[in-house]
């Protein structure tokens, strides 16, 4: 069974938890073990059942951007140390690429970045972190999410520094 480690910065979006427990009920069904890291519980972990005991609270997931970077270092070796023995490491949200993104690279993991919102003008921290995606799927949840994300990826995307790919995420 090959195993993914899926982290999002805000354990409060009912929506994208949501979309993740359809994706855990349908991944052992593809061979795929789901494990969890969020930055704090939250009631609506157990009221969607995000299953308690695959799930690792690391709270650096949401402060990486008011952070120093030396004081994040801490925060990606324990999010490393979770991935070892991971087949990918999944940002369901651009939030949290950044942390995965070094932490994939340490425990030599594949890191996947899910663009999930729409953004009215990408941030220059997201057009950043982007540009080091090799593949950036894009939600096909709502046609507005869909073409917003797309937006904001493809203009992130303009001058990549090396081959991305953009894609339109599957729906399970």
Known sequence: MRRALVTLAHPQHAGMLRALRVLDDAAARHGWELRYAFPASHALLDEIGIPAERTTI???LAR????????VLPDVLRLARLARGADVLYSTTLSTFPLCHLAGGIARVPQVVHVY????SPRPYRKHWLARARHVPSSRAHERTRRGS????????????RAVR??????C
């Open 58 to 60: 690391l709270p650096g």
């Open 64 to 71: 990486w951007r008011r952070l120093a970077g030396a004081l």
């Open 117 to 120: 919102s729409s953004y009215g």
């Open 150 to 161: 797309r937006v904001t990826a493809e203009r992130a995307l303009r001058a990549p520094r």
């Open 166 to 171: 953009l894609r339109r995420a599957l729906r």
